[in-house]
């Protein structure tokens, strides 16, 4: 079966200290991977994507994350977080069935805390 | 260059009432696709259209309807509103109908069924 899953609900971290959101799929073909932020009562905005070549990828305001094809995960990570990055993050993916749809995960809400 | 524009942004319908949203995308893209955003199920593919073509088709049932004019702008019906239709509609649109084909989200209509 096909599914996209983060796994926490809320991450709680201290301004300037790492983070790192967990995303995970299961599939049987081929995916491209991709992160979304939300913030309130807006739409979503591409943080970054994997579509092939290097498995790091690195997006907008300052996140990177690693494609790891053995462990279908696609962490998102920020070396020192701000507050304005408190807000809700999307991994989504797209199953290479030649539909271009997204599946979302469940959605983490980061709050940064001062 | 302007946004992906969704319209309305706020909607209070009662039950039984039909609803129409639209999407105007950026200039140039010609796919617009529709997602369905509740805390309970979170994000969930609609449609997607293309060159006025429906494209594909997420889960839900005949209620929810879609349509796309010439000049790539998309409205989505949903007849016979239901308690549980209240939700944040959104639309994204992107240049091409590949897979991997960034996606421009709106700010999405938030509609509420009372």
């Known amino acids: 079966a096909q599914s996209v899953t983060q796994l926490d609900s809320q991450v709680p971290v201290f301004e300037e200290a790492p983070v790192e959101l967990r995303c995970n799929y299961s599939?049987?073909?081929?995916?491209?991977l991709f992160w979304y932020v939300q913030y309130p009562n807006q739409g979503l905005q591409l943080l970054l994507k994997?579509?092939?070549?290097?498995?790091l990828v690195k997006g907008i305001n300052g996140f990177e994350a690693e494609f790891n094809k053995s462990q279908t995960s696609f962490h998102l990570r920020k070396p020192s977080v701000h507050i304005s990055d408190t807000a809700e993050y999307f991994c989504?993916?797209?199953?290479?069935?030649?539909?271009?749809?997204?599946?979302f995960g469940t959605g983490t809400r980061l709050t940064v805390i001062p | 260059k302007a946004g992906v524009t969704q319209t309305p942004r706020y909607l209070i319908k009662t039950r039984g009432q039909q609803v129409t949203l639209s999407c105007s995308p950026i200039?140039?893209?010609?796919?617009v696709s529709w997602y369905q955003q509740t805390p309970g199920q979170g994000l969930q593919f609609l449609f997607e259209?293309?060159?006025?073509?429906?494209?594909n088709k997420g889960n839900f049932p005949g209620r929810f309807s879609g349509r796309q004019f010439s000049n790539s702008r998309s409205e989505m019906n949903v007849s016979t509103l239901e308690l549980g239709d209240s939700a944040l509609y959104l639309c994204?649109?992107?240049f091409g109908s590949g897979s991997g084909t960034e996606a421009f989200f709106g700010q999405g209509t938030r509609l509420t069924v009372v």
């Open positions: 994204a649109s992107s």
């Open positions: 599939s049987s073909v081929s995916v491209y």
């Open positions: 994997y579509l092939s070549g290097s498995t």
């Open positions: 989504a993916v797209i199953f290479q069935t030649g539909a271009n749809n997204l599946f």
């Open positions: 200039s140039g893209h010609r796919s």
């Open positions: 259209y293309f060159s006025e073509t429906q494209r």
